[in-house]
């Protein structure tokens, strides 16, 4: 593999590494598991595997997107750890999402889709941000109790 070439995958990783830290400050900021190093990590290897299989093989015909699809099997296995029910319900699963799309945000920078990544950052932290204060608002609001709950007198 030429010097140009594995520069060019540093570049992806270096910044499928600052995309998933980024993500991985919003969630430890908020006292969520999966953090800065978890989230960095899966956006790296997510990363890595996607560049290394385009650029492996240049002059066989490989599918890459073969990879991809076994980075998101292996990425599942690892947000499903994070899933827990209890009687108090289901918690972990916005984790797991939040594992599931940084993996993505890191193939998609293995791909060399820049602006597509960082887009997709951007969005993923409107909607940690943003849309649990319209959740708590709308849809916990005491006028619409959950399904389940005890009425309100």
Known sequence: MSPEAQLDILVRVTVALLLGA????????????????????VSVGS????????????????????????????????????????????????????????AALGMATGFGLYVVAAGGALLVLVALALIR????????HPVHPMRGAAPVD
């Not at 890459?64 to 319900?89: C, K, M, N, Y």
């Open 22 to 41: 980024l993500v991985g400050i919003e969630r430890e900021y908020r006292g969520h598991p999966a953090g800065v190093r978890t989230l960095a990590m």
């Open 47 to 102: 990363c890595i595997f996607t560049a290394a299989g385009l650029y492996l093989f240049p002059n066989h015909a490989t599918d890459p997107t073969r990879i991809a699809a076994q980075v998101v099997t292996g990425v599942g296995f690892l947000g499903a750890g994070a899933i827990f029910r209890s009687e108090d319900g289901v918690k972990g699963l916005t984790t797991a999402a939040t594992v599931w799309v940084v």
């Open 133 to 140: 204060p319209i959740e708590f608002r709308f849809l916990h």
